[in-house]
C-alpha cells in the first residue's frame, strides 16, 4: 500500500532564507508523488509532479523536490522564501489501484515571517 | 473563468436537513472525484466516477451518496446531514488515472 508521511506539522522561516518541507513516502511500487499547496481559504494548486523520470523535480514559483529512493524521500525545497508562500504543503502519492486515488498527507503549514 | 467551479461556496445547515454540493468542470476530463478535507487528516475521497455510468465509493462513503449527471457535473448528497460530517468538501477532476488532479475552490459546510 502506498503512504506519505510529513514529518512537520508546522515550519517557520524568515523571508529571504530556504525552505525545506519534509516528506516520506511508502510504496511497493514506483511511486507518482505530487506537492499540491493550499492557500488560505482556497482550493488545491499543484506545485509539481515526480512520475519516475528526473529525480530531480521543478515546480511553480521556484520550488523543487528530489525523489531519492534510497531515503524513501521527496523533500519540497525553495531557495529563497517569499511572503506569498505562507500556505498549507500536502505531499501526495497516488494509489496505484483502480481507483488512483490520491492519498495524502497531513499536511505541513509553513509561515513566513517579515 | 475557473475550469472547475463549486456550488455553494459556503453552507451552514441543521442536523438531519438533506444538502446537495454541486460540482461543474470544463476541461473535459472524464474522472471526477469528491473529497473531504479535516483538520491534520489531509484529504481524503468520498466517492469517484470514471464516467457517467461507472461511480465507485471511497474510504468514507457512508453518509454520502453521489449524482453524475453528465460528463462536467459530479454531485455529492448528504441525505441526513449530522454535525461529524462539517468539513471543507472539495471536487477534482483529471484526464486519465496517474494525470493530475485539478480541484475546484471548495465548499465549506457546517453542520449544527
Known amino acids: 500500500a502506498q503512504s506519505v508521511t510529513q514529518l512537520d506539522s508546522h515550519v517557520s522561516v524568515s523571508e529571504g532564507t530556504p525552505v525545506l518541507l519534509r516528506c516520506n513516502y511508502s510504496s511497493s511500487y514506483s511511486p507518482s508523488l505530487f506537492w499540491y499547496v493550499q492557500h488560505p481559504n482556497k482550493g488545491l494548486q499543484l506545485l509539481l509532479k515526480y512520475t519516475s523520470a528526473a529525480t530531480l523535480v521543478k515546480g511553480i514559483n521556484g520550488f523543487e523536490a528530489e525523489f531519492k529512493k534510497s531515503e524513501t524521500s521527496f523533500h519540497l525545497t525553495k531557495p529563497s522564501a517569499h511572503m506569498s508562500d505562507a500556505a498549507e504543503y500536502f505531499c501526495?502519492?497516488?494509489?496505484?489501484?483502480?481507483?488512483?486515488?490520491?492519498?495524502f498527507g497531513s499536511g505541513t503549514r509553513l509561515l513566513v515571517r517579515p | 473563468d475557473a475550469d472547475v467551479t463549486q456550488t455553494p461556496r459556503n453552507r451552514i445547515t441543521k442536523t438531519g436537513k438533506r444538502i446537495m454540493l454541486e460540482c461543474s468542470q470544463t476541461k473535459g476530463h472524464d474522472r471526477m472525484y469528491w473529497y473531504r478535507q479535516d483538520p491534520g487528516l489531509g484529504l481524503r475521497l468520498i466517492y469517484y466516477?470514471?464516467?457517467?455510468?461507472?461511480?465507485n465509493k471511497g474510504e468514507i462513503s457512508d453518509g454520502y451518496s453521489v449524482s453524475r449527471q453528465a460528463q462536467a457535473k459530479f454531485s455529492l448528497s448528504l441525505e441526513s446531514a449530522i454535525p461529524n460530517q462539517t468539513a471543507l468538501y472539495f471536487c477534482a477532476t483529471s484526464l486519465g488515472g496517474l494525470d493530475t488532479q485539478y480541484f475546484g475552490p471548495g465548499t465549506r459546510l457546517t453542520v449544527l
Open positions: 501526495v502519492v497516488i494509489r496505484m489501484d483502480s481507483s488512483y486515488k490520491l492519498i
Open positions: 466516477s470514471f464516467d457517467v455510468k461507472d461511480i
